[in-house]
């Protein structure tokens, strides 16, 4: 007989004792030249990351030019005075560096990656780029060719699409946020170097600027280096530029971008409300979050789990531009695709759970799952110097202070279920939203016009 082989178990091993978390708080100081410095020594983190904002906003482009924000952004990488831009890229390959730009509604901005044991000469790259961008003709060129190539495809993705669509409805015609944030075909054809190197003149220069250093700088004189590198980059003052005030229509109705035969319906569900310099923002956030913020939310759980009509629906805020004042705001969504047999159906069951949250409120259980989310999980998400450095940068850029987000994860703790629930049903009133669908009208306008949400209009997809 056989004897049988026994198994040994071991203890399973315990979690020890949680490690007081914060948000790092960064030290600020300047340069002689004006550039606002705010350094986060990070132990360990080695790859060390640089953000540069640069105070160009897309409202700041002259008429006709939109999109030439965004050229200038991709052609500080185009060479500069000292390299063409064949050399730049080489260079920066040469000491492991990777250097992305970009534009948006509150301005430029440059993030550089790069092994603390080659800051210094990443940083001369970074500073050479923005004190003598070359932005020879022939690259500017193939940057808006390039551009160019983009659009079409852009305007075939149904959620960019949708999104095309709702700024368009939301904000007046004659603001910058009514249109597409990297221009339209006709107007990135408008964009020369000549208009490139003048919107660089007009609105690029250290004492308006901010850099942000993240990362382990265990051994690295960083006065030094930057002031040998972005301390060398020199232009005049400015007086602050007017901001206009974000003013949008939320009346409720329905658009429909038109998509024969398409066998989804893109739904983009959306308002602006309260931006980060309001009371309401750590309730607004839970409650979305509560809303459609991961799986477990109420309209997951209704139009993915129950019903089965897409495979995932998420609601959001995401700051436009933020002011002390009160001039900033949110883009408050709710966004996701359904088949489109099932688009009155899923948009029905989506105001069913708008109004029964007006109606119930959240629970505690909800409330608790979405503080854990949250807040439990922010160590790993600021695990990295590039996650921590664009945090700092969005506050720079939303005019917050340096404690914002430590002191938001205390709130977000803090925050009860009734504020959750005020907040969110603030945030998305069933008679005030502006839905965008994009689909086939032939098949979803009677079913929408039916539920009675608000008057529907179809517009042709480009």
Request: with cysteine.
């Amino acid at each position: 007989m056989t004897e049988l082989a026994t198994m040994e178990f071991h203890a399973q091993p315990q979690a020890g004792e949680p490690k007081p978390w914060a948000f790092p708080a960064p030290e600020r100081g300047s340069l002689d030249n004006g550039l606002t410095v705010l350094r986060c020594h990070r132990p360990g983190q080695q790859v060390v990351a640089v953000e540069v904002l640069l105070d160009a906003p897309l409202d700041a482009e002259p008429a006709g030019l939109d999109g030439v924000a965004t050229i200038m952004a991709r052609a500080f990488s185009e060479g500069t005075d000292k390299h063409s831009a064949e050399d730049f890229a080489a260079e920066l390959e040469r000491c492991g560096a990777t250097l992305d730009a970009h534009a948006d509604h509150p301005g430029v901005r440059l993030s550089l990656e790069v092994p603390a044991s080659r800051l210094g000469k990443a940083l001369g790259l970074l500073a050479d780029a923005l004190r003598a961008p070359a932005f020879a003709d022939g690259e500017v060129e193939r940057l808006v060719r390039n551009r160019l190539d983009e659009i079409p495809h852009e305007l075939a993705n149904p959620s960019r699409r949708a999104a095309k669509e709702l700024s368009k409805e939301l904000f007046p015609a004659d603001a910058r946020m009514s249109r597409p944030r990297q221009g339209t075909e006709e107007t990135v054809e408008a964009i020369d170097s000549a208009a490139v190197r003048a919107f660089y003149e007009r609105h690029v220069r250290p004492a308006t600027a901010t850099a942000v250093v993240v990362g382990d700088l265990t051994g690295v004189d960083l006065d030094a280096l930057l002031a040998d590198t972005l301390g060398a980059w020199t232009g005049s003052a400015a007086e602050p530029r007017p901001v206009p005030p974000v003013t949008a229509d939320d009346r409720g109705r329905v658009v429909i971008v038109d998509r024969p035969g398409a066998v989804q319906t893109q739904l983009l569900i959306g308002r602006t409300g309260a931006d980060r310099h309001d009371r309401v923002w750590p309730a607004q956030v839970l409650g979305t979050y509560c809303l459609g913020g991961t799986l477990t939310s109420r309209l997951d759980r209704v139009l993915r789990e129950e019903k089965g009509y897409t495979y995932g629906v998420r609601a959001f805020g995401q700051v436009l531009r933020s002011a002390p004042d009160g001039t900033g705001a949110a883009m408050l969504a709710i966004s996701g695709s359904v088949d489109t047999p099932n688009t009155g159906p899923a948009l029905e069951d989506l105001w069913t759970v708008l109004r029964k949250l007006a109606a119930e409120g959240l629970t505690d259980a909800e409330r608790d799952v979405a503080v854990q989310n949250l807040v439990g999980v922010a160590p790993l998400k600021y695990e990295t110097a590039a996650a921590v450095a664009s945090t700092l940068a969005d506050q720079v850029e939303q005019h917050l202070p340096d404690y914002f987000q430590a002191t938001l994860y205390r709130q977000l703790a803090a925050t009860g279920t009734v504020e959750a629930t005020a907040a969110v049903v603030n945030a998305f009133p069933v008679d005030r939203l502006v839905t965008v669908l994009v689909g086939d009208a032939a098949q979803i306008k009677e079913p929408v016009e039916a539920l009675g949400i608000g008057e529907v209009t179809v517009v042709a997809a480009e």
